[in-house]
């Protein structure tokens, strides 16, 4: 479980951000890029501080039970029309059941094979598949699948929900499989930070985030995955004629005895 000084933090955290979304009307009122920069280098990365402060949630035997739950009160905050808390529900149900998903990971070749495929999955996804679909078709979808990241005055920027359960997934791998959670984490945001202003920049509707997320797994780990997965290549070393002979030695003279 997370521990005191943590909860403590992340209930801080969680208060200011909570704030600032009720006010953030009343603040002010800057150009674009201004609205790019203040997503980029401080919304974002204040909301995805949640999701490392509750990273020791990993291991809790009910992670999966939590996150199907916020998934519930998130979407009954959405009917209910309460908008900031059904926001930071949904990041809260994504986050878990992504913590839990890692579950089903038996060895990190699998989070690596993963990190390959789902950026071009979610590129055709957003350039010609359903998700382009639903952003141009169904916005009010899109809107209850996804995490705003409001800026002062107007104006809001959207995360898809599964780019939120796979940063989940890749941050909590990271610990799992002992490589670098904290550059895990700031690549991965760093990452996401960049596909906004990359959009903005191009003046496209939306760019996929995966292949951002995925790229800020790859890349702070690319040394100790490369070992992990030469460990988990190297096969068995052989037992000599000579060492199996005085093995059965060994143990014809321990029954004996």
């Given at each position: ?34 609205d ?38 998130a ?11 059904a ?16 579950g ?5 070749s ?76 700031l ?28 790229l ?14 030469r ?6 070393p052989?037992v ?18």
């Amino acid at each position: 479980m997370v521990g005191r000084a943590p909860a403590l933090l992340g209930s801080a955290l969680f208060a200011a951000l909570l704030v600032y979304y009720e006010t953030s009307e009343h603040w002010w009122n800057a150009s674009v890029w201004w609205d790019v920069a203040w997503i980029a280098c401080v919304l974002m990365p204040a909301t995805f501080a949640l999701v490392l402060i509750a990273l020791p949630l990993r291991t809790w035997r009910w992670v999966g039970a939590a996150g199907a739950g916020f998934a519930g009160l998130a979407a009954i905050l959405t009917f209910a029309e309460a908008d900031v808390l059904a926001n930071f529900a949904r990041l809260a149900a994504a986050s878990l059941l992504g913590f839990w998903f890692l579950g089903l990971f038996e060895a990190v070749s699998w989070v690596v094979l993963v990190a390959c495929i789902i950026p071009w999955v979610d590129a055709y996804s957003v350039w010609r598949g359903p998700t382009k679909q639903i952003t141009e078709q169904h916005v009010e979808v899109f809107n209850s699948l996804s995490i705003a990241f409001i800026v002062p005055g107007d104006g809001v920027a959207r995360l898809g929900l599964p780019d939120v359960l796979f940063f989940a997934v890749f941050l909590a791998a990271s610990v799992r499989f002992d490589l670098r959670p904290f550059w895990t984490w700031l690549g991965m945001t760093a990452g996401l930070g960049l596909t906004m202003i990359l959009a903005t920049w191009w003046d496209v509707s939306g760019l996929p985030a995966l292949p951002a997320i995925s790229l800020g797994f790859l890349l702070p780990n690319a040394d100790l995955l490369w070992r992990r997965l030469r460990t988990q290549r190297a096969p068995a070393p052989a037992v000599s004629e000579t060492s199996q002979r005085s093995l059965i030695e060994v143990s014809d003279t321990a029954t004996k005895e």
